[in-house]
């Protein structure tokens, strides 16, 4: 799971941000003005049949700053990125 949803600066993350476009979910914000440290991102790659399937989480980054639940308040009665 990305550690994204638990940071402090989620909403205003250009990598949360590209993570969002990759999985087609609908952003937090449209202009992230906040440029993370080190992000490492982790990308599971699985086919089933002729599709292709690609996962992105946030693994780490020298930004984060927990504050958990950030998103969850942010888009409450969403549920979680998976």
């Keep these: 799971m990305c550690i994204c949803i638990n940071c402090q600066y989620v909403d ?18 449209d202009a992230p ?25 946030v693994v780490g980054c020298q930004s984060f700053l927990q504050e958990v639940g950030r998103w969850a308040r942010l888009r409450p009665g969403e549920p979680l990125p998976t």
Aim: aromatic share 6%; charged share 30%; net charge negative.
């Design 33 to 57: 003005d906040f440029d993370p440290q080190e992000p490492t991102i982790n990308v599971n790659i699985r086919s089933r049949d002729e599709v292709i399937e690609m996962e992105w989480d």
């Design 12 to 29: 205003r993350c250009m990598t949360y941000h590209a993570v969002e476009h990759q999985h087609q979910q609908s952003h937090l914000t």
